[in-house]
């Protein structure tokens, strides 16, 4: 069984992550970049302590950061910019949601969902 208590500290600004809401690693667990060992073993960071990938956020509940340099949108390629902010806003939207579908870790991610009645 995954350890159900909540909070972790973040690696970034070392502060409490009190809720799986801003947890960077469901939200990157939820679209599919990290498998549910590294959620268990990864630190802990705010989505707005990982702005690379929190300025892909696209909703009006989320004030996304600007991110400057290599990693910003601007430099990127809009076909992709545009799939990234689907993915990321569409784990973002249901990472706001899990915890009150009660369902298992295991299931919150993107792809699950889609394997099921979806
Ligand atoms: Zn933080």
Redo the contacts with the bound molecule.
């Keep these: 069984m995954a350890k159900c208590d909540e909070g972790y500290h973040?690696e970034?600004?070392?502060?409490y992550?009190e809720s799986i809401t801003d947890s960077d690693l469901y939200l990157r667990y939820i679209i599919g970049e990290i498998s549910g060992h590294q959620l268990m073993t990864a630190p802990e960071?705010?989505i707005?302590?990982n702005p690379t990938l929190a300025q892909f956020i696209v909703d009006p509940e989320f004030a996304a950061p600007v991110v400057d340099g290599p990693f910003a949108k601007a430099e990127l390629d809009p076909d992709d910019v545009r799939k990234r902010e689907e993915l990321v806003t569409r784990g973002w939207e249901r990472l706001q949601t899990v915890r009150s579908l009660g369902i298992p870790i295991s299931e919150y991610p993107l792809a699950a969902m889609n394997a099921g009645n979806q």
Excluded: M
């Design positions: 973040c970034v600004c070392a502060k992550v960071r705010h707005l302590c």
